[in-house]
């Protein structure tokens, strides 16, 4: 399978330049002569009423490779933009996407893809920023998609303005483009658009424009103008599924300025994390240049932060000059993760706060607390969290900046005005149910309101002021006889309003949220748009498939399949207890024990058939899956051909003897571990990366700065922040090694993967508090996979949280999984058991089977876990009779247990040991196979190493190391029992 990472930013259409334009790019580091994939048609629809437009592109790209390919492509839209459609061709036809609850929706696709089906995914990560995920490209062939946004155009001086950004860097063998605009009396003009060969047409009651190319390079941007000869608008929507009758009206309101009272005392947060970096930082500057000129003289204090509060310092502002200020921020430098919670409004003195940042919170607490005092918002970065920082503002009576949609002059002249709001809308006749927006906003050169009509015709009255004071009434007849249109995006604008109000309060409201969203066809935070090919998968999923000819087949099948998943459901826990009983008979009895060894190795070869030598045993096995090796052979066998009673060891070299047979007096000399009797070496992982070599040299004043040098080449690879955070924990430099590692966070949107590992820094680092909120991260993006639930138990029991760590690892053991984790619940059940036999007195087991609740105290405990799905890493224990213990040896002739193989990423997988003879235990990890779909990175691994686990002796020690690629073995450490 190639592997293939494509940034394919599909299009953006914005107010503002600053947006990212349209591209395709394919980057494939591990293939160079992989060919890019070509533009084949590029379709653009353009559909206007009033200020209300929907932009609908269908593109098909053709893939030139002979190989397969997965796809991504990534959206960042200006907060006036939702995405309201995703579909994919499969078998000929468009197969609409289906809103689903995102994390389920996350699950399906993954599962899909896994079993070569075509699978489709588009989801909403931080801010307002898309991510698709489309399976397979097939290879010389043809893959087809259509995506759409909705979007409430902005008011101009000159009317309604839409621009349609496009830059590709290719041909595009068919373009078009079609604009159809309603309701609009005065022509559409075309305003500061490179693309200058569209005429618009008069045709009835709307105009019409298109353009029509072969082999067009799409490098010119479309922008026009809808002149306006009334101050309000308004349309009604009746829907034909759910019965209502939605309206939506806009109006450009009399806005009534007054100066504020300047501040005297101002302190400005800065954000310098790393993604800060990506602002406009001089267009910041020059607003608050202008602002600070007006206020003439002021006490300015500035707090930078990232994660955390890094430094406060004061100037003064002196006849509008802050030069002394303004030096200090341009000198700072942007690095680590971002965490809005750290920052407490409440406890400066201040007569007005200024936050200066793009509310992309991704580590530890989003909430900052409030103080008494407004908070300017000002924000230059496109992909930001808008919703969130609009939020902030409100909620302290302070304005939101959008420096995207703002020219310098105008934000500084709102700088110095009192806010003008909308206090509230009545109903003065008629009736209306669900009147949106119910709380005060801000108001800007636009407002607009929707809601349910009762009657056929109402009378609103919308009332603006400055919070005290209705300064301005504006009265609005809306009658469905004559405002009636057939768009349905009147019914989802208004549905988008009503997720905006319960955002406010989300903790509260989310069950209300996801429903809103899935009933509207919304993507959010919380819901995806999945595409899926087959009857067969929306019944397995219970996902309601959106063609009529599918649903009632659907339905049926969808019955019988409830029957069947209710008898394995009862079924599971007993499954469990038996296993369960099986690893206490192994604990209880070492002839059980030595059983289970003699086992595995009895298995019959003729002597005809017994390869010569490990480069035989490889050839033969090269030609099957490690999945059909293991198939083919019983429950606990070797998939290694030797003769009865053969065994693996390793010789002084490291390397595996295939074929060396056991020979008598090799076993230790058993003797059970005493306190304080076991010494863990670790290896020295010693990395020889340009970076590493420039950071060991240089002084250790400048080590931070040489950092940030190799950053700028090195920024979006997580093992460079991985590295470098290890080389400055080993300096002792704890903080800097803390900031550096927060860096993850900041790479990917929403990555599990790089939460995971992030996670996982966090606790060898004890930081456990920032640990657990990534961790709660993952089991939101990742509930299906009980991995997440185990790390976030293992956290929460560092910090004490006994009780919450045993729930989650309960929900482990009952809870059926895919066939990819396989007896998963047996690792979980040791890991709480050890938690109660430490802790039991102060934990609630009432709802806990009696049946599972034992400790199996042990000697010798290792667990290895990784951070990258779709990935094979396994772990060898070579005890001190030389033999290996590891996925085709798994019992060991002393009582040496391991676990199940995990062949599909994360692991866990352990070995146990109950009695440790003395002697060396080596730990290996080796990769042993990455069939990940995406372009592929090295996996970081992290073990664990407890001796007398599961008593008051207990301990523990964490390591961590990299392994590169396939096949890459790496010495993890060695435990000396004495």
């Known amino acids: 399978m190639i592997l293939l990472q494509m940034f394919f930013a599909l299009f953006v259409v914005a107010f503002a330049s600053a947006q990212m334009m349209p591209q395709l790019v394919i980057v494939h580091q591990m293939n160079k002569n992989l060919k890019p994939l070509q533009l084949s048609k590029l379709k653009i629809d353009i559909k206007v009423t009033g200020n209300l437009a929907t932009t ?23 907060r006036r933009q939702t995405v309201s459609r995703f579909a994919l061709e499969v078998n000929g036809y468009l197969r609409e996407g289906v809103v689903v609850e995102k994390a389920r929706a996350t699950q399906i696709f993954e599962d899909v893809e896994r079993r070569q089906i075509d699978p489709g995914l588009l989801e909403m990560v931080s801010g307002n920023n898309f991510k698709a995920r489309i399976y397979p490209i097939p290879p010389n062939g043809f893959k087809r998609l259509v995506i759409a946004s909705e979007q409430e155009l902005e008011q101009t001086e000159r009317g309604y303005l839409y621009r349609l ?175 809005l919670g750290a920052l407490d409004f409440s406890r400066y003195q201040a007569d007005e706060f200024i936050l200066c940042s793009d509310g992309l919170s991704n580590i530890g607490s989003d909430k900052p607390k409030l103080g008494s005092r407004p908070i300017v918002v000002i924000n230059s970065s496109p992909n930001a969290n808008h919703v969130f920082l609009q939020q902030l503002a409100s909620q302290s009576r302070g304005r939101y900046f959008d420096l995207n949609t703002l020219t310098i002059d105008q934000a500084r002249q709102l700088l110095l005005q009192k806010p003008f709001l909308f206090m509230k809308a009545r109903v003065v006749k008629g009736k209306v149910k669900e009147l949106l927006p119910a709380q005060v906003r801000e108001m800007t050169n636009q407002f607009s309101v929707a809601g349910q009509l009762v009657s056929e015709q109402v009378v609103i009255n919308l009332q603006f002021g400055d919070g005290k004071h209705v300064l301005f009434n504006k009265r609005i007849t809306i009658d469905k006889s004559k405002d009636l249109i057939d768009d349905p995006i009147v019914r989802r604008i208004w549905a988008q309003k009503k997720l905006n109000e319960l955002s406010v309060n989300f903790s509260e409201n989310e069950e209300k949220f996801v429903q809103l969203a899935k009933d509207y066809g919304i993507v959010t935070p919380k819901t995806s748009l999945l595409v899926l090919d087959r009857i067969e998968d929306y019944v397995r999923y219970k996902v309601i498939p959106p063609e009529k000819e599918l649903r009632e087949q659907y339905f049926v099948r969808v019955q019988q399949q409830e029957k069947t998943e209710e008898q394995q459901t009862k079924s599971h826990l007993e499954e469990v207890v038996k296993m369960f009983n099986n690893r206490c008979l192994w604990w209880q009895d070492s002839k059980f024990r030595k059983q289970k060894w003699i086992e595995q190795e009895s298995v019959e070869v003729e002597d005809s058939s017994m390869p010569e030598s490990r480069g035989d045993v490889d050839r033969i096995l090269q030609a099957f899956t490690r999945e059909e090796r293991l198939r083919a052979l019983p429950e606990g066998q070797p998939s290694r051909a030797v003769r009865a009673g053969a065994r693996a060891l390793i010789g002084s070299n490291g390397e595996m003897d295939a074929l060396a047979v056991l020979t008598s007096g090799a076993e230790a000399p058993a003797r059970p571990v005493g306190p304080n009797m076991a010494k863990i070496k670790i290896k020295k992982w010693d990395l020889q990366t340009p970076y590493l070599k420039a950071l060991k040299k240089c002084l250790p004043g400048r080590q931070f700065e040489t950092y940030m040098t190799f950053k700028q080449g090195y920024a979006n690879s997580p093992a460079f922040y991985f590295d470098v955070a290890d080389f400055f924990a080993d300096q ?143 772990l060898w224990v070579i005890d001190p009779n030389n033999e290996k213990c590891y996925y085709q040896n798994r019992y060991t002739k002393i009582g040496g247990y391991l676990s199940k193989d995990f062949t599909g990423g994360y692991g866990p997988e352990e070995f146990l040991l109950k009695k440790a003879p003395r002697g060396s235990y080596k730990i290996k990890a080796n990769f042993y196979g990455d069939h990940r779909q995406i372009l592929s990175s090295s996996v970081t691994v992290f073990v664990d190493i407890f001796t007398h686990y599961g008593t008051k002796q207990q301990k523990k020690k964490s390591m961590h190391l990299r392994l590169k690629n396939v096949e890459d073995l790496q010495d993890i450490a060695t435990v000396e029992i004495q």
């Open 732 to 874: 002792g430099k704890t903080e800097l090694a803390l900031q550096v590692s927060t860096n993850l966070a900041e790479l990917e949107l929403e990555n599990h993967e790089l939460l995971r590992m992030l996670a996982y820094r966090l606790i060898q680092m004890q930081q456990y508090k920032l640990a657990i909120s990534m961790l709660q991260k993952v089991v939101k993006l990742r509930p299906f996979e009980p991995q997440s639930y185990r790390d976030l138990a293992m956290a929460l029991e560092q910090t004490g949280q006994y009780q919450k760590a045993v729930d989650l690892l309960y929900k482990v053991v009952t809870t059926p999984w895919d066939q990819r984790f396989p007896e998963i619940e047996l690792i979980a059940l040791e890991e709480m058991n050890n938690i109660i036999a430490l802790h039991g007195q102060r934990l609630n087991l009432k709802d806990i089977d009696k049946r599972l609740i034992k400790n199996l105290p042990l000697d010798l405990r290792i667990v290895m876990t990784w951070d990258a799905d779709n990935t094979d890493i396994d």
């Open 165 to 339: 950004p496009l830059q590709f860097e290719q041909k595009v063998s068919d373009f078009s483009i079609h604009v159809e605009v309603f309701k609009q009396k005065i022509k559409p003009l075309l305003f500061q658009s490179e693309l200058n060969q569209i005429e618009f047409k008069n045709w009835h009651e709307l105009y019409l424009a298109d353009f029509v190319q072969k082999d067009y390079l799409a490098n010119r941007s479309l922008s026009f103008v809808l002149p306006q000869s009334e101050t309000s608008r308004q349309f009604v929507y009746s829907c034909p599924t759910d019965g209502l009758d939605y309206f939506y009206l806009t109006l450009t309101p009399k806005i009534k300025t007054e100066l504020k009272k300047l501040p005297e005392n101002i302190v400005l947060f800065w954000d310098v994390s790393s993604s800060a970096e990506k602002r406009d930082l001089q267009k910041e500057l020059k607003i608050l240049d202008g602002y600070f000129q007006k206020i003439k003289d002021a006490r300015l204090k500035i707090v930078t932060f990232n994660f955390q509060i890094l430094e406060e310092k004061e100037f003064v502002i002196k006849d509008g000059s802050w030069q002394n200020a303004k030096q200090y921020l341009l000198k700072l430098q942007y690095d680590g993760g971002t965490q």
């Open 56 to 78: 609908t592109m269908d593109i098909t790209y053709f893939n030139p490779n002979n190989r397969q390919l997965e796809g991504k492509f990534y959206l960042p839209l200006n």
